[in-house]
């Protein structure tokens, strides 16, 4: 089943279908916040992680725009990404309480 993830994670990075999507995340790329000018943002469509036999699969919205888009990774930049780590973390479920770095 990682084989089939790490597929579909690459068709994901890759896709195209929503331009206006794409048009928006790549604005917000070069246009930037402030607090992160000095970041190179992911900006291309973002993958899911974790384990494929994951009992719960939490999905989240695009664009994210200064998270997700800047890191390249779900729910990050955020406290909706706070809350969901820690409670992962505290119920033994995910890698840590926080992600904030880059892929």
Not at 69 to 97: C, H, I, Y
Request: charged share 25%; with cysteine; hydrophobic share 40%.
């Amino acid at each position: 089943m990682r084989d089939s993830l790490n597929i579909l994670s690459a068709q994901v990075i890759r896709c195209r279908r929503c331009a206006r999507l794409r048009e928006y995340c790549q604005a917000i790329a070069i246009e930037k916040r402030r607090a992160f000018s000095d970041w190179e943002y992911w900006a291309k469509p973002v993958p899911g992680f974790g384990d494929p036999e994951a009992r719960i699969w939490i999905v989240g919205l695009a664009p994210a725009a200064h998270g997700a888009n800047r890191t390249g990774r779900v729910f990050t930049g955020d406290r909706s990404g706070d809350f969901l780590f820690a409670r992962a973390a505290s119920a033994g479920n995910g890698e840590s309480a926080a992600v904030r770095s880059p892929r």
